[in-house]
């Protein structure tokens, strides 16, 4: 029985850890059950995985998408964009009237002004809390 190395799959997959990534990958596939397309010869699953990519019964680029499906997490489905006409609103829309009428009067903001004598005069002048059996 001749072993395998990653010698020999390196010609297939060129990075030896994306190799490793993907040896793994299928003999975890291998252990949950997937069918070998090898004969086993009383190996383990990642010496079977090996032989496959060695062998070319599987394809580098099919592993690899297998590999990444299987870690994501959240798949983006495409949805169809809704029509950009209907957003549009044109001025016979009573909501595009009524924000035209707000531009047109100004809100008036107005603010108190304090000293800081006028500050340390209330804060003196609050009562502190009753205190509690809670702390």
């Given at each position: 029985?001749?072993?395998?190395?990653?010698?020999?799959?390196?010609?297939k997959?060129?990075?030896r850890?994306?190799l490793v990534?993907?040896a793994s990958?299928?003999?975890r596939l291998?252990?949950?059950?997937?069918?070998i397309?090898?004969?086993r010869?009383?190996?383990?699953?990642p010496?079977?995985?090996?032989r496959?990519i060695?062998?070319?019964?599987?394809?580098?680029?099919?592993?690899?998408?297998?590999l990444?499906h299987?870690?994501?997490?959240?798949?983006?489905?495409?949805?169809?964009e809704?029509d950009?006409?209907?957003?549009?609103?044109?001025e016979?829309?009573?909501?595009f009237?009524?924000?035209?009428?707000?531009?047109?009067?100004?809100e008036?903001?107005t603010?108190?002004r304090m000293s800081?004598e006028?500050l340390?005069?209330?804060?003196?002048g609050?009562?502190p809390p009753e205190?509690?059996?809670?702390?």
């Amino acid at each position: 029985m001749a072993r395998v190395t990653v010698e020999d799959c390196i010609d297939k997959v060129e990075n030896r850890f994306e190799l490793v990534l993907l040896a793994s990958h299928r003999a975890r596939l291998v252990s949950q059950g997937a069918p070998i397309t090898v004969d086993r010869d009383n190996d383990k699953n990642p010496v079977v995985a090996l032989r496959e990519i060695a062998d070319e019964t599987l394809s580098p680029g099919d592993l690899k998408e297998d590999l990444i499906h299987s870690l994501q997490k959240h798949v983006e489905v495409d949805e169809p964009e809704p029509d950009p006409a209907s957003l549009v609103q044109t001025e016979a829309t009573p909501a595009f009237a009524e924000a035209a009428e707000e531009e047109d009067q100004p809100e008036a903001l107005t603010f108190d002004r304090m000293s800081e004598e006028e500050l340390l005069a209330g804060i003196e002048g609050l009562v502190p809390p009753e205190k509690s059996d809670d702390y």
